[in-house]
């Protein structure tokens, strides 16, 4: 007999914790963006690619930041997919706190509205980022230090964010377990996506968690080891 699902179980399944740093994943809008919560004990947190959609899925965010006191320092976009960003203005409205990202992805963003249409996303409206992120700088909140890793190839402004202390590295929709972001969109490029992975994302130690933007975590070494396109 099947077992049923208990869905609480589920979850709270999706939360963990690595050393001092409390991660929630939520599988947010109809292509399941894996939007993160991120916090430490001193109650400091940020929000990861916002994928909410709908009012649901905004009660869940919210709901579980109230739940856990959370106070967000920054809202985060690892590249200007619109799948990773329809949640921006939600959050910048309800936290009032910047939004960040990398500059070379505002001529994507911009067009966010469009392409929030043609992909049968709610009409919502998109704030400008407050703080751009650039390549080796480092993000801090609470007693985190996250160092930026610029990765284009998926496409123009995909940043990863590496914690080296906690040996985590989110990684947006540049790598995935077993496979890699796609290149067929606009400024996705092959080539460029592969040269970044392999030298700004491999060197790092094989037991690095890799936390994609969609899907299960997995680790540099499995990847190293196993993933057909590298």
């Not at 400091?44 to 006191?69: A, H």
């Not at 377990?177 to 796609?182: D, F, H, P």
Request: with cysteine.
């Amino acid at each position: 007999m099947k077992k049923k699902i208990n869905l609480k179980e589920y979850v709270e399944a999706m939360k963990f914790k690595i050393n001092d740093l409390n991660i929630k994943i939520f599988h947010f809008n109809l292509v399941q963006v894996n939007t993160l919560v991120c916090y430490d004990e001193t109650g400091n947190g940020v929000i990861i690619d916002p994928g909410m959609s709908s009012g649901m899925e905004q009660k869940m965010l919210f709901d579980f930041i109230t739940k856990e006191k959370i106070h967000i320092n920054y809202i985060i976009n690892t590249h200007p997919h619109i799948d990773h960003v329809v949640g921006n203005a939600f959050c910048v409205t309800t936290f009032k706190v910047p939004l960040v990202a990398h500059e070379a992805g505002l001529p994507i963003y911009q067009n966010a509205p469009e392409y929030g249409i043609a992909f049968g996303f709610p009409v919502y409206e998109y704030p400008m980022p407050d703080v751009f992120l650039n390549h080796n700088e480092n993000l801090i909140f609470g007693n985190q230090i996250w160092k930026i890793i610029y990765t284009p190839g998926h496409a123009d402004g995909s940043i990863c964010f590496y914690d080296e202390k906690n040996k985590l590295v989110i990684v947006g929709d540049v790598l995935f377990a077993g496979s890699i972001g796609r290149t067929d969109l606009p400024t996705g490029n092959f080539h460029l996506l592969i040269q970044n992975i392999k030298e700004k994302l491999l060197p790092l130690d094989d037991d690095v968690m890799v936390i994609p933007g969609h899907a299960e975590t997995t680790t540099i070494g499995n990847e190293k080891m196993n993933n057909p396109y590298l």
